[in-house]
């Protein structure tokens, strides 16, 4: 087990080492971020601005304009939306190259609570013309998801989390955009899960298999731009899928499966994920089972509409 | 009035018995708190919600712990919640949720939000007029994000003089001095030159502190409260790595041994 957290660091160290125009910004939180690893080995281009994550935003739209890869890093909840604005307009709306490091994401930050969990950050950088959004599932693919950014033209917000979550890659299983990964092929239903979750679903499938129920799971990564390819050959295998996230349902993974198959290739779609509501402090396993993000009760809802059908 | 003492003690306990949480700057909060609770603030432990009660915005809300002993000891809740802080379903949230715990007027947590809504509710107060007053407490490091300053130019436009801010200045912020990640200073002069009456204290003396919120000006007051981040356990006094760390049942040994 370790945490997502581990793995940006890995990558923007080697980041660093692969390409010089790599510069790493923070918001007085490098502790939190990571960051510091940066900053020692790379004193130069590493720059600490102070608790003000509109003006670091702003910072890498210039540096990106000048022809630098920016990456700014501060919790999730602020990176992506404290700084807004300044990414719809300024990073978006230019199509810049900054790099977008959202920590502590979802419920992984537990005892802080609701002001420092966030679970709206898929559904408000996903929603931004030009941005890529990729959520890893655990530590080597965030280190992939982080090299795969400099070979993408446009603005990249890559999210991770403190929790240790089960490793699931090995170090050179790169991270490509717009491809996800099955993980496991059943027909019975499919469960496409992001991030942390992605273990969870794992889980579930395991627990389903018991009951003669099999499962595909399939970890989508690439947020936006989403693997159609992985989608079309999902709904052709089944009928039902669930998605899971640790995230609010509205706008995250389930808005966006949801907004591509109901187009293309319509299927019964049922979200696991924060239900309309705000989060609160408990370790990140308490705020999980509160939320509903749990094994259990992805396999209850594989079961449960199984039956009714 | 408690003692400072057993307010630092409550803290170290509750943050020990969390795993986290923000000892640093909730122990130099302690002697500005407890001026604001027993001497300042007009308030009702037993009508919480009081229409015309002072308020407070605690907008460095990680300096939670802090708060909340002094709620408990001021009598909004009983003192035996506190080490349920942090906990699950416990109304003790890591940083303060108004609808779980009584006493609160406001919730904060993200940095650079409390200064504007301090002002909105003084305003909210002026226009019901109401005499209540509305204090406001701002981490040093927390006075870099660019919201402290666009409030801090609109409190003075609209003559707002029922609002005091409190600079909480322990000269740290999370990953180290403020003078080495962005310098703030010459810090009274900002303010003054964005229309503010300046006073500054001592933070850890009650005197001191009583003599800066005499002040009667026809400005919006802000104190800037010299303190000691970590005050009161030698081992975290000044030490950023003790913003946002839990002591270990030896290092609380240690820390309350140490307290005065
Ligand atoms: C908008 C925002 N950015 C970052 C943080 C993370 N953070 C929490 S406390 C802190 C340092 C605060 O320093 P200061 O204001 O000096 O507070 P004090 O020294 O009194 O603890 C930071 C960066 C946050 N809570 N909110
Ligand atoms: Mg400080």
Redesign the pocket.
């Known amino acids: 087990m370790r945490a997502t957290r581990e793995g940006y660091v890995e990558g923007l160290l080697d980041a660093g080492e692969k390409d010089r125009r790599v510069i790493v910004v923070d918001?007085?939180?490098s502790r939190s971020t990571g960051t510091t690893a940066f900053q020692k080995k790379f004193p130069e281009r590493f720059f600490n601005l102070g608790?003000a994550?509109q003006n670091m935003a702003e910072y890498c739209a210039g540096l990106a304009l000048a022809g630098f890869i920016p990456f700014y890093s501060?919790?999730a909840v602020?990176a992506a939306g404290?700084a807004w604005d300044q990414i719809h307009t300024s990073i978006c709306n230019m199509n810049l190259n900054v790099r977008i490091g959202g920590a502590h994401g979802g419920t992984s930050v537990g005892p802080d609570g609701a002001t420092h969990q966030a679970l709206e950050d898929i559904a408000i950088t996903r929603v931004l013309p030009n941005m890529t959004v990729l959520v890893p599932a655990d530590a080597n693919q965030t280190r992939q998801a982080v090299l795969a950014s400099l070979e993408i033209d446009g603005p990249v917000y890559i999210r991770y989390g403190r929790n240790p979550v089960a490793e699931l890659y090995n170090r050179d299983e790169t991270v490509v955009p717009g491809r996800g990964r099955l993980l496991r092929e059943g027909r019975h239903a499919c469960i496409i899960a992001a991030g942390a979750m992605v273990a969870t679903a794992l889980e579930a499938a395991d627990m389903l298999s018991k009951k003669g129920i099999e499962v595909s799971v399939a970890d989508m990564t690439s947020i936006k731009p989403l693997d159609i390819q992985l989608l079309k050959y999902l709904s052709d295998i089944t009928e039902l899928v669930v998605t899971a996230e640790d995230h609010q349902i509205t706008g995250g993974l389930f808005g966006a499966v949801s907004e591509y198959m109901s187009e293309h290739c319509p299927r019964r779609i049922i979200p696991v994920g924060v239900n309309n509501r705000f989060g609160c402090s408990g370790t990140p396993e308490e705020v999980m089972t509160h939320c509903g993000l749990t094994a259990d009760a992805i396999s209850g809802k594989v079961e449960k509409t199984l039956k009714i059908h | 009035m408690v003692s400072p003492k057993v307010i630092r003690e409550d803290i170290l306990r509750m943050i020990h018995s969390a795993g986290s949480g923000?000892p640093?700057?909730s122990l130099?909060l302690v002697e500005i708190l407890l001026h604001l609770y027993w001497k300042e603030m007009k308030i009702d432990p037993d009508n919480p919600q009081w229409k015309d009660r002072d308020r407070l915005v605690l907008s460095?809300g990680?300096?939670a712990p802090a708060l909340y002993s002094i709620l408990a000891r001021r009598g909004f809740f009983p003192t035996d919640k506190l080490e349920t802080l942090r906990k699950f379903g416990s109304g003790l949230e890591g940083h303060p949720h108004m609808q779980s715990l009584p006493g609160l007027d406001c919730s904060t947590?993200?940095?650079?939000h409390g200064l504007g809504i301090a002002a909105g509710m003084a305003l909210g107060l002026t226009i019901r007029k109401s005499k209540a007053r509305v204090f406001c407490i701002l981490?040093?490091?927390?006075l870099q994000?660019g919201s402290i300053w666009e409030s801090a130019m609109s409190i003075p436009a609209l003559k707002q003089t029922n609002l005091i801010a409190i600079v909480?200045r322990?000269h740290?912020?999370?990953d180290d001095a403020?003078d080495k990640v962005m310098p703030i200073e010459p810090l009274a002069y900002k303010w003054r030159a964005f229309g503010w009456a300046v006073a500054k204290c001592d933070g850890h003396d009650m005197v001191d502190i009583e003599k800066a919120f005499s002040n009667r000006t026809d400005k919006p007051l802000v104190i800037i409260a010299e303190t000691v981040?970590g005050k009161g356990v030698s081992f975290m006094e000044d030490q950023a790595l003790w913003?946002g760390k839990a002591p270990d049942s030896e290092q609380l040994r240690k820390a309350l041994e140490e307290l005065e």
């Open positions: 918001g007085d939180v608790i994550e501060t919790y602020f404290r | 923000h640093g700057g130099s460095k990680h300096g947590g993200s940095l650079g981490g040093d490091g927390e994000e909480d322990n740290v912020q999370l403020v981040k913003h």
